[in-house]
């Protein structure tokens, strides 16, 4: 299983961003799909993430409202569309796969991670 994140880069807050993570190596369909991110000095923290049985969707609360998940099985790829971006979105953004994922919060799999910054 291989996950290929895209899409970061430098913006100012209030821009938006689409990362993607391509997917290869697996049934895409049936994965649970998260988004996570780990900015300097802190954790990894969850931010999204959609289940494989019913797309039902779940989101961190310093997200709601302005990030949105997505898939696209027929693509093996999920999205993450970011509006609104303020500057403590700033991060490394990495997707996350598990086979058959019963929840939005454990994984197996990880791409490498995309770089989001996002200027005040």
């Known amino acids: 299983v291989q996950l290929q994140a895209s899409g970061g880069g430098l913006v100012q807050a209030g821009d938006f961003l689409r990362l993607s993570c391509a997917a290869s190596g697996l049934t895409f369909s049936k994965y649970t799909i998260g988004w996570f991110r780990q900015a300097p000095g802190k954790a990894r923290e969850f931010i999204a993430g959609?289940?494989?049985?019913?797309?039902?969707?779940r989101y961190a609360e310093p997200v709601k409202g302005r990030f949105a998940i997505s898939r696209d099985n027929a693509k093996n790829t999920a999205y993450l569309r970011m509006n609104s971006l303020k500057p403590e979105d700033t991060a490394v953004y990495y997707c996350?796969?598990?086979?058959?994922?019963?929840?939005?919060?454990?994984?197996?799999?990880w791409g490498q991670g995309t770089q989001v910054t996002v200027s005040s």
């Open positions: 959609i289940l494989w049985r019913d797309d039902s969707i």
């Open positions: 996350a796969a598990q086979y058959y994922g019963p929840t939005w919060y454990e994984y197996d799999y």
